[in-house]
């Protein structure tokens, strides 16, 4: 068996997946549901001023009959007595010694987060995280979100964090920047000890086009929330990414965003994190999923010949590279296997209206065929078909060595680019 | 251990009825399922197999994970997803059935993770660490290979003793063939056996007449403890003229002989089955799929009444069955050789109408109107009790004697391979804790 318990940034865990800090982590008794359950570690619903919410909160984003393939929020942190959090917390801990108990506050000025942290530790944390991403409703009071948008904010109030923990403290980014990097690294100057990302993006879900007003409906209006869940995954991924392969940064990241079953958490891990946080797909199907994620994991780095979760942090971050150093000699064609083929031709349409013209339809047979002289290889009609493993992407092979467009403008006699396909010029 | 099969048995003329998924579709299936929270399926299933999560498991692309998830729950899974009449089980409960679009299709499912596992050959569990206790089991069907394999995890040895050639009982020797046949009974015994430390013995009867035949007493001084699934006994007779002519058969019986060797249906073009249950279903079924022309169920209720499955019955008219309702049959005639079956037309209150009498001509005829209950030779042990001829037990599969537990058809009366499964594993989990708390047959071994 692998051994699947993870350190991020001195947070120990038995297993690498977290609850994320959010509505399966408001109260004592779901976390400790959620930590029979198997989840190995939870970031409390985030504590800081007590709050009011309305409603309704949340709208789901249905994807070709997908319910809730994306999910936003206008919900703010937590709506409980700090009191009966903390007692919850300790509580908590002390019935699951060995599970991350970390614990999410959003503050506003230092005595309070120097007296929050405080409280935090007592109650047994083993971790705090600094909510610098809401992206509703509390950046308006000058705290997620603004904080986390301002590098010199998140700089500031992550050193004091740091000066009042004496536990592991991650910095929680928010998505809603144009570059993630400078946030990572405005952390890392603080003093974190890791970063979790994303937060919430900020969104509108939809709107009710008989009442005119966006959605979630709160009476007569709505505002922008947070949108997570799947659909969120490749952005979240993104950024793990940029700071993973940034290298100023190297601070351990908890990954977090659409995070729904063991493939995505392995993604997520490939990419630079050490463990991945879960929220929508728990509200979706409940904690149960976690089931899945532990056993399709191990069996995953059983397959893989990982022997630890360590060996797998970042394997992918090499391969993700700027656009100008990726080999433009590499060429791919199109094969369809007409064995495979049931004749929708969705690749016929893919490639004529939204690629280069060259699947084309037979006389007396469904099956189209490629023109490999004209194929670019985009992968479109790949995307599009229906049959798994019916279309391929075959390498051509060719006499031109590798050259990326940096080798290229730099020394054009020396790395020379391969005919161009596809351009019917 | 067991009797190879012959490769020219006449069920290898079936197909399965019901289709395997092809990968892409067991995901597309799998993908279907909502994650019910305490879902409805896992309190319809006897082993209570967490299906939501093995589901799930095939959606994710972790079939291993999803085969140990159904194993862990069933160790004959493989059986199950093929012979359960999940209609009325797990797929009749999914709350799909009360929306517009079919119910999840859980034992195909079922069958794509478990029959994976067979074709990878993964195992999921070991043998516990050996504690020195032996258990007999009587009967080699699926609530012994239940409730050896649940005994072996725990660290107990076990001893199979089995009056056929065969093991699985019933699984092997009674299901239709369309849902599954003997060799796939065999193959799963194998794998099942394959813990370790399950002695088989075959073609011993205890309490029989055999030199080697063991006695009741001989258990209580060799075992620990005794677990009875020795299921139920043989063809029940109507007790009518003409019941010994040659072609007039047991339905349990004549099913066994077609499923572990040949049977003879030259000339065979008419056949009556007697019954209404879902032995008589299957008889029908496998007539009309060996080829014979007309096959003619006789049963004395309405189809309201009867015990087999409409799922099944369905089917059968499919097939083309004939039926006669409300019809008992009260002559076999013929020389040598049944040649017709007289019958009567019933009332309401199950009697003969006057000139309700009818004939159908016949050339073979199966008998499928119930099995005898083996339970009378147990009772010849003090504490043993019987209820109409089914072993009594308490809910962890306790008799009354202490140290004696049983499962299956024996206790249910003859219910489905899933219910054995379920009987035999809880049994053994019964064994377990008597163990535990000091019990012992043999002496000395307890506490
Ligand atoms: C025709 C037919 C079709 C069926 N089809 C289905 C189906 O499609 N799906 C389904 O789920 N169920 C089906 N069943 C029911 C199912 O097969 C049984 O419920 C199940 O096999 C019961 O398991 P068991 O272990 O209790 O008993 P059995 O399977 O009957 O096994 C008992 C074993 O004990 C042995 N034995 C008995 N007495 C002794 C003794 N004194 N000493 C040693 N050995 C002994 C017997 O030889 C036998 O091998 C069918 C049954 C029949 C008759
Ligand atoms: C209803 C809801 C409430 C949330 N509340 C918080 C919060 O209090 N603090 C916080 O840091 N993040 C909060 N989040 C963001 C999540 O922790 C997480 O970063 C985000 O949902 C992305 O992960 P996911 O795709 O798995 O949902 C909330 C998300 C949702 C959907
Ligand atoms: S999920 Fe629960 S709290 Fe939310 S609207 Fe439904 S019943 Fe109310």
């Not at chain 1, 970390?102 to 005595?111: G, K, N």
């Not at chain 1, 992968?379 to 940096?406: F, G, Q, R, Y």
């Not at chain 2, 069907?141 to 050639?165: F, N």
Request: aromatic share 6%; with cysteine; charged share 20%.
């Amino acid at each position: 068996m692998p051994d699947l318990s993870t350190d991020t940034g001195g947070i120990r865990s038995p297993n690498p997946f977290w609850l994320a800090s959010a509505p399966p982590t408001n109260s004592g008794l779901q976390v400790q549901r959620a930590f029979e359950a198997g989840w190995g570690g939870a970031v409390w619903k985030t504590l800081g001023t007590p709050i009011r919410n309305v409603t309704s909160r949340f709208g789901g984003h249905s994807i070709g009959g997908v319910r809730g393939a994306g999910f936003n929020n206008i919900e703010l942190i937590t709506d409980r007595p700090l009191e009966a959090n903390y007692r919850e917390i300790a509580e908590t801990k002390r019935l699951f010694p060995d599970h991350a108990m970390i614990v999410s506050l959003m503050f506003e000025t230092r005595e309070e987060w120097k007296e929050h942290i405080g409280r935090s530790i007592d109650a047994g944390a083993d971790g705090l995280e600094l909510n610098f991403g809401c992206p509703h409703g509390m950046c308006e009071r000058g705290m997620g979100s603004a904080v986390g948008q301002e590098p010199a904010v998140n700089e500031r109030i992550t050193s004091w964090a740091a000066e009042f923990s004496t536990v592991p403290v991650i910095v929680k980014l928010t998505p809603n920047v144009s570059d993630i990097v400078p946030h990572g690294l405005a952390a890392k100057r603080g003093g974190a000890d890791a970063v979790s990302l994303i937060n919430t993006i900020k969104s509108i879900i939809g709107v009710d086009i008989d009442r005119f007003v966006p959605e979630p409906r709160v009476g007569g209006a709505s505002t922008n929330g947070g949108y997570c869940g799947s659909a969120v995954k490749p952005i979240a991924l993104h950024m793990v990414a940029a700071l993973a392969r940034e290298r100023e940064f190297g601070l351990p990241i908890s990954g977090i965003g659409g995070v729904a079953d063991w493939r995505d958490a392995v993604e997520f891990i490939l990419l630079g994190a050490s463990t991945v946080q879960v929220c929508t797909e728990v509200m979706l199907r409940g904690y149960g999923v976690v089931e899945d994620m532990i056993d399709g994991l191990s069996e995953y780095m059983r397959t893989h010949g990982f022997e630890s979760i360590d060996q797998m942090v970042g394997k992918a971050v090499p391969g993700f590279r700027e656009w100008g150093d990726l080999d433009l000699n590499h060429e791919l064609v199109a094969k369809i296997d007409a064995d495979a083929c049931i004749g929708c031709q969705l690749c016929v349409a893919a490639c004529h209206d939204g690629a280069h013209q060259c699947i084309h339809p037979q006389e007396g047979s469904r099956v189209p065929v490629v023109d490999e002289s004209e194929c670019v290889g985009c992968n479109l009609c790949k995307i599009v078909c229906p049959v798994e493993e019916c279309i391929s992407m075959e390498t051509v092979e060719h006499d031109v060595p590798p050259a990326t467009w940096n080798q290229h403008v730099a020394d054009p006699v020396h790395h020379p680019l391969r005919p161009k396909k596809g351009s019917h010029g | 251990m067991t009797t190879p099969l012959p490769a020219t048995r006449s069920e290898t003329a079936f197909g399965d009825f019901k289709l395997p998924f092809a990968p892409g579709e067991a995901v597309a299936e799998a993908t279907r399922c909502l994650f019910c929270h305490d879902a409805p399926c896992i309190a319809a299933c006897p082993t209570a197999i967490d299906i939501p999560q093995f589901i799930r498991k095939i959606a994710t692309g972790n079939d291993r994970g999803s085969a140990k998830t159904i194993f862990e729950s069933n160790i004959l899974g493989m059986s199950c997803a093929r012979v359960c009449p999940v209609e009325v089980l797990c797929v009749g409960s999914c709350v799909y059935n009360d929306l517009d679009q079919p119910p999840i299709a859980i034992g195909r499912l079922q069958r794509h993770a478990t029959d994976r596992a067979f074709a990878e050959g993964w195992t999921f569990f070991e043998a516990g660490p050996d504690t020195g206790r032996r258990v007999a089991l009587v009967g080699g069907g699926p609530a012994s290979l239940a409730a050896a394999h649940r005994l072996r995890r725990l660290g107990h040895a076990c001893t199979i003793l089995e009056r056929g050639t065969t093991l699985g009982g019933l699984n092997s020797t009674g299901v239709a063939p369309y849902k599954m046949r003997a060799d796939r009974s065999i193959e799963e015994i194998e794998w099942v056996l394959a813990i370790g430390g399950i002695e088989v013995r075959t073609g011993v009867e205890v309490g029989g007449q055999g030199p080697d035949d063991p006695s009741l007493e001989d258990l209580e001084r060799d075992f620990d403890a005794v677990f009875v699934g020795a299921g139920l006994g043989a063809d029940s007779a109507l007790g009518v003229p003409g019941e010994d002519l040659l072609g007039v058969h047991g339905a349990v019986a004549w099913i066994e002989s077609m499923k572990l060797g040949e049977v003879d249906l030259a000339g065979v073009e008419r056949a009556v089955v007697v019954g209404g249950g879902n032995t008589a279903i299957d008889g029908v079924r496998e007539l009309l799929g060996l080829g014979v022309a007309s096959v003619t169920m006789l049963y004395r209720g309405t189809p309201e009444r009867m015990s087999g499955y409409a799922h099944e019955w369905t089917a059968a008219l499919a097939d083309g069955a004939r039926v006669e309702w409300r019809a008992i049959a009260t002559d076999f005639e013929g020389t040598d050789r049944i040649e017709r079956v007289r019958a009567a037309r019933l009332d309401d209150a199950r009697r003969p109408i006057d000139g309700g009498e009818f004939t159908l001509d016949a050339d073979l005829v199966l008998l499928a109107i119930g099995q005898s209950k083996l339970g009378e030779r147990l009772a010849a042990l003090e504490g043993i009790a019987l209820d109409r001829g089914r072993v009594a037990v308490d809910d962890g599969g306790a008799t009354g004697r202490g140290g004696w537990y049983a499962g299956g058809d024996c206790v249910n009366g003859g219910k489905e391979v899933v219910n054995a499964v379920a009987e035999g594993d809880r049994a053994a989990l019964a064994i377990d804790a008597w163990f535990a708390a000091g019990g012992g047959l043999r002496k000395g071994s307890g506490a």
